[in-house]
């Protein structure tokens, strides 16, 4: 059972229906009970960093993902969920993040060239840089679809799969049991839900 964590942020409805696709059942919920019964948590997330961080913080939520985390449960952050498996962000000031990664997240604007938009939205391509078993199913130079204005730096022992938008800028990340997409899996046609089936697997 995949535990979808509902902390008031996220794109919940089409993430548990690409899970439940792929025939997996699932469950949403911001109890910890029930979320603690699942055999792989996902923390999805969209908007700001301190406000998530600052509600996951509030419902205990936060500190839960840590002990299931540590205890070995398979864990995947999705887009801001990603970010927020980090030490810090810098996202309108510094904020702590729940630090089940090394790293930092940091803001586009000055790292990639003028010309290019931010937030960074659209189809990109994956240029895996060392093997992760979220890529099972898929290709290397498989497309996906992303929309943030921040990525996670500083985390060369996690980053398994970076994406070219005037800079290679982190896409995605494993250590251990810990998972990270910064595109949108559900958002990302046959090439996600095989993402998301390979966390199925793991």
């Known amino acids: 059972m995949v535990g979808i964590i509902d902390y008031g942020v996220g794109n919940l409805f089409s993430l548990g229906c690409a899970f439940q696709r792929l025939g ?4 949403v919920s911001d109890d910890p009970q029930i979320l603690s019964k699942a055999d792989r948590l996902v923390l999805p997330g969209v908007g700001a960093f301190a406000d998530a961080a600052e509600k996951l913080q509030k419902t205990g939520l ?11 449960k398979p864990v995947m952050g999705i887009c801001l969920g990603m970010q ?15 630090s089940l990664l090394k790293g930092s997240v940091v803001s586009m604007a000055g790292v990639i060239p003028e010309s290019l938009k931010v937030p960074h939205m659209g189809w990109n391509k994956l240029e895996f840089t060392k093997n992760s078993r ?30 070219e938008y005037g800079e290679k800028l982190t896409a995605a990340v494993e250590k251990g049991n810990i998972y990270g997409c910064q595109f949108h899996p ?15 697997e793991v």
């Open 84 to 98: 927020l498996l980090f030490e810090k962000s810098f996202e309108y000031g510094e904020h702590p993040g729940l």
């Open 62 to 72: 936060g500190d839960f993902l840590k002990t299931q985390a540590q205890a070995g």
């Open 24 to 27: 997996e059942e699932v469950v």
């Open 134 to 163: 979220l890529f099972t199913h898929i290709s290397q130079g498989d497309y996906v679809y992303f929309v943030h204005s921040y990525f996670a730096s500083d985390c060369p022992d996690s980053v398994c799969a970076v994406s």
């Open 186 to 200: 559900e958002k990302s046609g046959q090439v996600g839900l095989n993402i998301l089936k390979a966390f199925c």
